[in-house]
C-alpha cells in the first residue's frame, strides 16, 4: 500500500469511528504520510507533531532534518527550530486560504529566528 492509500485508509478509519476530535485525531496518519514521504528527500525530512513552543506560537507540525536529532532520540535536538517548515492543519470546514493569510501563520512565518538567509520556513 501506498503512503496516500494508507494515509487516506487511516483518516476513513478514524473519520467512521465517529469519536474523532476535528483537529488532533487526525495528527498522527498526517505525520505517518509525511515521514514517509521525508524518508525519500535527501536530505531526510522528519514530522514532529504538537512540539513546544518555541517564542512563534505553536505550529501543529514541524518539520526537521535528520541532522537536527540527535542519532537515539525521536525528539530534535534542544531549542531547534525546524529547518523545513512548520504545518498548521486545520479542520476541513475551514478554508486553506483563510489559515495561511491568518495572524497565526505570519507568527511563524515572521519569526525572527525563522529567517534563514532570506529564505522562509
Known amino acids: 500500500m501506498s503512503p496516500i492509500e494508507a494515509y487516506l485508509r487511516d483518516l476513513h478509519l478514524i473519520r467512521s469511528a465517529g ?21 525519500t528527500l535527501k536530505p ?8 513546544q513552543n518555541l517564542g ?3 505550529p501543529d507540525g514541524r518539520l526537521f532534518t535528520a541532522d537536527q536529532f540527535q542519532r537515539s ?10 529547518s523545513r517548515g512548520v504545518i498548521e492543519a486545520k479542520p476541513v470546514a475551514e478554508g486553506a486560504w483563510v489559515t495561511a493569510d491568518g495572524k497565526q501563520v ?7 529566528r525563522a529567517d534563514r538567509g532570506g529564505e522562509r520556513n
Open 19 to 39: 469519536a474523532a476530535q476535528p483537529e488532533t485525531s487526525f495528527y498522527p496518519p498526517l505525520a505517518n504520510l509525511l515521514n514517509e514521504i521525508g524518508k
Open 44 to 51: 531526510k525530512v522528519r514530522c514532529v507533531m504538537q512540539f
Open 56 to 58: 512563534a506560537g505553536m
Open 73 to 82: 532520540s525521536a525528539d530534535p535536538l534542544s531549542d531547534q527550530l525546524p
Open 106 to 112: 505570519a507568527r511563524f512565518d515572521h519569526h525572527p
